[in-house]
């Protein structure tokens, strides 16, 4: 099974990747935490990408493609991958096409004005989780115990300006591969357990 993960900053598709990750059995390939790996271990391609990622700005294309390129090449993806944060532009998912072919494309539609809240709100783990600061009750990850961090964009001004690009460049992929069929479209408004069951029902 290939899966795309489409959706706006903050739609939860880090949220629903680790859940269907684990259901399919597919390994979660997400470009963000690839990046936020690179920044945390020093090295240039960090250095490079949050020189971007901080100004709520998109990294560029050619370095993004060669990552998910060189990730897409190792065994554990043979029988499928779920894709989380890429593509996020048209010259990515052509590139994506020349590299393999994706079975579909879970579009997580939520309310900008909800997403502005769940990402003000946001506290990351080093593990990958994230959390709401609605539901903790300590500033450490209840399922590995590590410190919660909060990510260096999600302040208000670098969210609007993520939601800014995320309509310029990333929403038209929605009609590039609504062309070819594969698109699943899912309300991301609700609670996280039924947009996942949404998911299922609609992957099959
Ligand atoms: P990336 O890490 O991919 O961030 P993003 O797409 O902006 O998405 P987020 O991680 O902010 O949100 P999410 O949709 O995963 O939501 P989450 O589940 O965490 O990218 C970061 C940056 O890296 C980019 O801005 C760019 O600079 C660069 N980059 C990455 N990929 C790139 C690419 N392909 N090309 C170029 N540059 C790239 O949920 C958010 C919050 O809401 C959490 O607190 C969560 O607990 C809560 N929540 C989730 N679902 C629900 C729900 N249903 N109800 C209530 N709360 C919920």
Not at 25 to 42: E, L, Q, W
Not at 49 to 72: H, N, T, W
Not at 84 to 94: K, L, M, T, Y
Not at 167 to 178: C, D, G, I, N
């Amino acid at each position: 099974m290939k899966v795309i993960l489409l959706g706006a900053p903050g739609a939860g598709k880090g949220s629903q990747a680790t859940k269907i990750a684990e259901h399919y059995n597919i390994p979660h390939i997400s470009t963000g935490d690839a990046f936020r790996s690179n920044i945390a271990r020093g090295t240039e391609i960090g250095v490079y990408a949050k020189s971007f990622m901080d100004k709520g700005q998109l990294v560029p294309d050619d370095v993004v493609v060669k990552i998910v390129a060189e990730r897409l090449s190792h065994k554990d993806c043979e029988n499928g991958f779920l894709l989380d944060g890429f593509p996020r532009s048209i010259p990515q998912a052509e590139a994506l096409e020349k590299l393999t072919e994706v079975d579909a494309v879970v579009d997580i539609e939520v309310d900008f004005s909800v997403i502005t809240a769940r990402l003000t709100g946001r506290r990351t783990c080093p593990c990958g989780e994230s959390y709401h600061i609605s539901w903790l009750n300590s500033d450490t990850c209840p399922k590995c115990g590590q410190k919660l961090f909060i990510r260096d964009d999600d302040k208000e001004e670098t969210i609007k300006q993520r939601l800014d690009v995320y309509q310029k460049t990333t929403e038209p992929l929605v009609a590039f591969y609504e062309e070819r069929g594969v698109v699943k479209k899912i309300d991301g408004n609700r609670p996280i357990e039924e947009v996942f069951a949404s998911i299922k029902e609609a992957l099959g």
